[in-house]
């Protein structure tokens, strides 16, 4: 049924189809029908027993035309929500590629700081190894002259 794609459904109610099944109730926003409330067999159109009840009159052609109106600016603005629901997601995802950025950032930081502490310790050692080289060939060189003095 064609109204069914341009209907919203409101819920089911205490109307009961020739399936015996509760029927639904739906809000009409066809051009011819917009507003009218209807009830309907809750199986899909192939399988329905074709239960289908107005519970609203015609309305007036002001009143269509007003509520046709009415639902297309509702329609639009739900359109819109949902693109700027899109963009805040998408800003989301920018915003956590940023964070991750400067975190890494700060890390190279951290980093570089203790790349710069162990450089200064390998210096350091270095400095203390030369010693220590100059120490043993002095310790040596005095050991030697000990050992080489005639007795
Ligand atoms: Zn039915």
């Given at each position: 049924m064609s109204q069914a794609s341009c209907s919203s459904q409101d819920g089911s109610s205490k109307h009961t189809c020739l399936c015996g099944?509760?029927?639904?109730y739906f809000t009409a926003y066809t051009?011819?029908?917009?507003?009218?409330?209807?009830?309907k067999c809750p199986r899909p159109d192939v399988d329905s027993?074709?239960?289908?009840?107005?519970?609203?009159?015609?309305l007036?052609?002001?009143?269509?035309?007003?509520?046709?109106?009415?639902?297309?600016?509702?329609d639009a603005l739900k359109f819109e929500r949902q693109k700027l629901k899109e963009k805040i997601v998408s800003l989301e995802g920018i915003d956590a590629v940023?964070?991750?950025?400067?975190?890494l950032k700060q890390k190279v930081k951290e980093l570089e700081a203790t790349n710069q502490v162990d450089r200064s310790k390998v210096v350091k050692l270095e400095d203390d190894v030369s010693k220590m080289k100059v120490v043993i060939v002095i310790s040596l060189f005095l050991f030697a002259c000990i050992f080489s003095l005639p007795v």
């Open positions: 099944l509760a029927a639904n051009p011819a029908n917009a507003g009218r409330r209807f009830y027993c074709g239960y289908f009840d107005w519970v609203d009159p015609i007036p052609d002001r009143a269509v035309n007003v509520i046709c109106k009415l639902k297309s600016q509702v940023n964070r991750e950025r400067d975190m």
